[in-house]
């Protein structure tokens, strides 16, 4: 009998060996590109101190319900040319602020906030109870934001905040058109 010798081929020049190198190389790349993603997108909307946050929360209903029985309520214009911002206010309370801080928080991003300060406006409205706080956004917001109309007061630290007024809500912006601002019913 003679001896039959299968004729050898390098592994490289075999397909399986392919197949089974290239699931692998795509498996790495697959999960290396999971893992920088993971690493330089990082969520947003996750907090650091979430038991911190969750306090003072809990501190802000004393403003909240101080804008309640001041019946405290307004309307927000957002001018869609030049971005004006523009509270008119009217309620109880016998001495309003020269400033105001309204903030435009997205429920998703947080790049898409923003603070802006609106200053008390002495012209218009202010001999029939409306009184009219005036500001400037550098863009336009647009879109669910959940928005916060509140004083400048300081937080006093595991005490809360003893003066002032806050209005909160969620709502649709769109520049152009007004929206009535009040604290939903307790």
């Not at 309003?96 to 409205?125: C, E, H, T, Y």
Request: net charge negative; glycine share 8%.
């Amino acid at each position: 009998m003679t001896d039959l010798k299968e004729p050898f081929t390098p592994w490289y020049r075999e397909p399986w060996a392919w197949y089974i190198v290239g699931i692998l190389l795509v498996t790495f790349v697959w999960g290396s590109f999971q893992v920088y993603t993971a690493f330089t997108h990082k969520d947003s909307v996750v907090i650091d101190d979430y038991y911190k946050n969750g306090k003072s929360i809990n501190q802000d209903m004393t403003r909240i319900h101080n804008a309640s029985d001041l019946h405290i309520e307004g309307i927000l214009t957002i001018d869609d040319l030049i971005g004006e911002v523009r509270v008119k206010l009217t309620g109880d309370t016998e001495q309003w602020p020269g400033q105001l801080s309204m903030s435009f928080l997205s429920p998703v991003f947080k790049d898409k906030d923003k603070r802006i300060l609106l200053n008390r406006s002495f012209g218009a409205g202010s001999d029939t109870g409306t009184h009219v706080y005036v500001g400037q956004l550098k863009a336009l917001v647009s879109g669910r934001y959940y928005l916060q109309l509140e004083t400048l007061d300081e937080l006093i630290p595991e005490v809360g905040y003893e003066t002032g007024w806050k209005i909160t809500q969620e709502a649709r912006v769109t520049p152009g058109t007004p929206l009535a601002l009040k604290n939903p019913e307790i």
